[in-house]
DNA sequence: CGACATCCATGCCATGAGGTTATAGATCCA
DNA sequence: TGGATCTATAACCTCATGGCATGGATGTCG
């Protein structure tokens, strides 16, 4: 009668890889593990769930019938639990901003302050986020507001304005050949190893790459990175380049990386991004009103 | 992030009790082992969710709002939990019939013969519930049907068929004054002590101390028991008497308890029940077919 | 035909969560 | 002040969960 909510995703993720041992990739656990888990399900429920077989794990017809319904419920649950922290946060006067890297920089500290002004009692908790989550907790709900570079993948759920652009500069190795040159057109870097961001972070992997300016040539990485620190040392120890706003040339100096303005690719805006759901939430828009007012271009 | 529903009926029982003393008696486990419970699902939503004092456990803002959403969830989970089950009797060719204690009596027998022509292959699975569980396991989805005593409790979300109608007689121990008497006048044992029902049956426990017949005297009880066995021995032991269908004189024949027939007291009638989600299932609707056909007054 | 790859299942062990009982602490009431 | 009525804490036990190593079935390829 009762479950784990982690029991009926562990059922929907081998639902959908179809084999136990690519499911219990995905969800980091081991295979001998979901293998008990689903018994366990089934046993629960009295129901065979799958039929198994040298090629893996498909559904039986009462499987397919609680396949239909699990996300919907796991769903329901995910918007409540979210709810709940939001509601948390209210309780406790504080807005949860999460930004990814430098995102507004200079601007960030006179955003808080007037935020401050704006809400007296209220405190802005700042929650840097790894770039393997491209919105900086606003999916999963553990933020309520963000400071993101545009555009991100996720984007088209939630509110976005824009506040400024910046200059996308590039950061070299000290040592490299073009370390001196300024300013650098693109077209120079085509054929560099790049240091580039996780996987998950998809588009706005790309666009950091700036996949769409390379007039089809293919990219080459050189190194993935997760976090500013790493992805410091992976261009200070020559495994690639990268493109940065420009205000990384202040926030994320480093001996052994320059920073040098680049010619030919778009600009890098940042943006500060909400859900629909906040639409009418009296402090996100309180926020939102002290990004417009102050940040400003670095 | 992830939950056990256990921990949200937790949570639901203690917000409706509103103290955990309360709750922890209604969820039959002990008062530390829930004050456990609910720190850890504040922990883990990182929210106070009740406020605490010498009275109780009162919910905070937050505590509201997540209280307005578990029943739900937890609704939408017993659904396809239910669903889930009855696709895995389907699967197996079972059908699962509850019932209370004599039910049906002689007919049954009939009826799953007959259902078990109609449909080769198929098995009924009968299952005794005990008074605690008026509607045999109906309720609760561990059924898919049910021969009942009308009325009972939860019938207005059932679907009932009445098959037929039986007099009501009384138990007596061997001793007892009016054990010779027949018929004995209903009014005569007004003041005598009942053996009766557990309090959850309700609706079902007042009508077989035949309450509204009583001309508004108050019933008096001198036992309460759950099942056939300890009712024969509270009666055989002197306890008090009961109400039964006619038939349990055949059924429930032992020394020391006598059954006489009584005037003045309304028949007992005895229904198939199915729940209305189950209006479409041919196998269910079979086997109403058959309680219909084959059930007749023994 | 045998070595290998790829599934799922099983056995054993350590850890931790959840339960129980006993008891402490706080507060109200007579 | 003593008792009644809440919740919180401590000590302990049990069992479910997950990890690792390994077995068994089956298909594939040289």
Redesign the pocket.
């Given at each position: 009668m009762d479950v784990?909510t982690?029991l009926l995703r562990y059922f929907t993720a081998v639902a959908e890889e179809g084999?136990?041992?690519r499911a219990a990739e995905r969800l980091?656990?081991?295979?001998?593990?979901l293998?008990?888990?689903?018994k366990?399900l089934e046993a629960l429920l009295g129901v065979r769930l799958f039929t198994?077989s040298?090629a893996?794990?498909t559904l039986t017809e009462p499987g397919r019938a609680l396949a239909a319904r699990v996300p919907e419920l796991l769903a329901g649950w995910d918007r409540t639990w979210r709810e709940a922290r939001s509601a948390a946060a209210r309780e406790s006067r504080v807005l949860r901003v999460g930004f990814l890297a430098s995102a507004a920089n200079e601007a960030t500290q006179d955003i808080v302050a007037a935020f401050t002004r704006r809400r007296p009692g209220w405190r802005a908790e700042m929650r840097q986020a790894s770039w393997g989550n491209p919105t900086a907790g606003l999916a999963d709900g553990s933020v309520d507001v963000a400071l993101l570079r545009v555009p991100f993948p996720g984007q088209r759920e939630l509110r976005v304005e824009v506040l400024f652009a910046e200059e996308r500069w590039v950061a070299l190795p000290a040592s490299h050949r073009l370390a001196e040159r300024e300013p650098i057109p693109f077209r120079e870097l085509w054929d560099e190893p790049f240091v580039a961001a996780p996987a998950e972070s998809g588009r706005w992997r790309d666009w950091w790459l700036a996949a769409d300016e390379r007039d089809g040539r293919p990219v080459r990485v050189g190194a993935v990175t997760d976090q500013p620190d790493e992805w410091l040392s992976a261009i200070a120890n020559g495994y690639g380049v990268a493109l940065a706003p420009a205000s990384a040339a202040r926030f994320y100096a480093r001996p052994g990386v320059v920073y040098r303005p680049v010619s030919g690719v778009s600009d890098t805006r940042v943006g500060v991004a909400w859900t629909p759901a906040d639409d009418a939430d009296p402090v996100v828009q309180d926020f939102v009103r002290c990004c417009l007012e102050h940040a400003t271009p670095s």
């Open positions: 784990d982690r084999t136990l041992t980091f656990v081991s295979q001998p593990a293998t008990k888990q689903i366990q198994r040298r893996g794990m």
